[in-house]
């Protein structure tokens, strides 16, 4: 095999290609035609005196021009937590998209300190950008400052913060609007109660992902002006402990007007729960929560729920991904935009698309795939 010239070793390394077909390549198989490809990568190379090309230089996708492989960190407070497995599919699919690399660390347990051990770790290893989950609003300051003092952009996703305390100097929020889908969420129960108990279940009081929203959901009956009591209960993080929480509450309390739910481990046990002891036909006027949990979408088809709320969790692991590589990316000139990643009312009637569609986006499935649709957008 002749010598190859150290330019077009270079260009052909930015084919990705296997080892064996990019031995072939620099082999004697089909080297006649490597050739002529190469000289035209060789011109490639060299041409423009250092300017990079239009597209495909070393490390470059689409049009972007090359950079470094850059690593984000996506600190969580329930790293394992199946709520967040379309968000680690999201990043993942942006990181493909955009050559980068992320991780995925934090907390099992929504330990905040576990979280904050996380994000000091990332910025001592020099982490090129910093999505963090703000679940404490005095816990992520200190980090969050330091990060941004060390030339690494920070987001948040999922949750920012308290209603009038962001918690940090982040740059941006990507999630949905928590006390806004909290108090959507009790505007629509109000719709079917004009009297007695609603019962709202908690899995962790005071973490704020989730307190913010059944703040929401108080206010919201409040403001309706109606009779009707609302009863705040924590439950558990762990699902099981949490089902025997709620199981218990509604033995000793028959008479119940509704039952909510803010998390996505306490909405599925309201569906079990109200399965198990009949009381839609025991005066039980409304039953409702939040994320997508097979389970959930079930109980939504038995009516044994009545809707829950889908904040679209890919996004909340794709954008932070797209977010911080355009900021690093325009040397801080495109800085993140707040983005609300939505409030959708999953319900009877619209929940077969969710149970039949197996997709990445919705953590139902691994698999790389167009989802077809057809038919009319639903619009008002």
């Known amino acids: 095999m002749e010598k190859i010239h150290p330019k077009v070793e270079e260009a052909v390394e930015t084919l990705s290609l296997t080892s064996v077909a990019r031995r072939r390549l620099l082999s004697g198989a089909g080297l006649v035609s490597a050739s002529a490809a190469a000289s035209a990568l060789l011109a490639a190379c060299t041409s423009g005196q250092g300017e990079p090309a239009a597209s495909g230089g070393s490390g470059a ?68 950008g910093l999505a963090v989950a703000v679940v404490d609003k005095t816990a992520f300051r200190q980090p969050v400052a330091k990060a941004l003092d060390a030339g690494i952009p ?34 629509r129960a109000i719709q079917q109660v004009d009297s007695g108990e609603i019962v709202g279940f908690i899995a962790t009081p005071g973490a704020l992902n989730i307190q913010p929203r059944i703040d929401g959901a108080q206010q919201a009956i409040k403001d309706s002006g109606k009779p009707v009591k609302f009863t705040p209960v924590g439950t ?12 218990a509450y ?43 949990v097979p389970e959930t979408l079930t109980a939504i088809k038995n009516g044994d729920l009545d809707y829950t709320i889908d904040q679209q969790p890919y996004l909340q692991g794709f954008l932070p991904v797209l977010y911080l590589y355009l900021y690093k990316l325009s040397g801080g000139l495109l800085s993140p935009s707040e ?42």
Request: proline fraction near 4%; hydrophobic fraction near 35%.
């Open 61 to 128: 996708h689409g049009d972007f021009p090359a950079t470094p492989r850059w690593k984000f960190v996506l600190v969580c407070h329930v790293t394992t937590n199946p709520f967040f497995t379309p968000t680690q599919y999201g990043a993942q699919d942006a990181c493909a998209l955009l050559g980068t690399d992320f991780q995925w660390t934090g907390s099992k347990d929504s330990i905040v300190a576990e979280m904050v051990n996380a994000c000091n770790t990332a910025i001592s290893a020099k982490a090129d």
């Open 154 to 187: 920070v987001v948040s996703y999922n949750a920012d913060g308290a209603r009038d305390d962001k918690g940090s100097a982040r740059l941006a929020y990507i999630g949905q609007g928590l006390y806004e889908s909290g108090y959507a969420l009790g505007q």
């Open 236 to 247: 558990n993080a762990d699902t099981t402990k949490g089902l025997s929480i709620i199981d």
């Open 250 to 292: 509604a033995q000793g309390h028959a008479n119940l007007a509704g039952m909510l739910a803010v998390d996505a481990g306490s909405t599925q046990s309201i569906g079990q729960t109200v399965k198990k002891y009949g009381m839609r036909s025991k005066g039980l006027k409304v039953a409702g929560g939040f994320d997508l």
């Open 339 to 380: 983005t609300n990643t939505g409030l959708l009312f999953v319900t009877k009637g619209n929940v077969d698309p969710y149970q039949v569609t197996k997709s990445r986006f919705e953590g139902s499935d691994t698999a790389q795939k167009l989802v077809p649709r057809s038919g009319p957008i639903p619009h008002a």
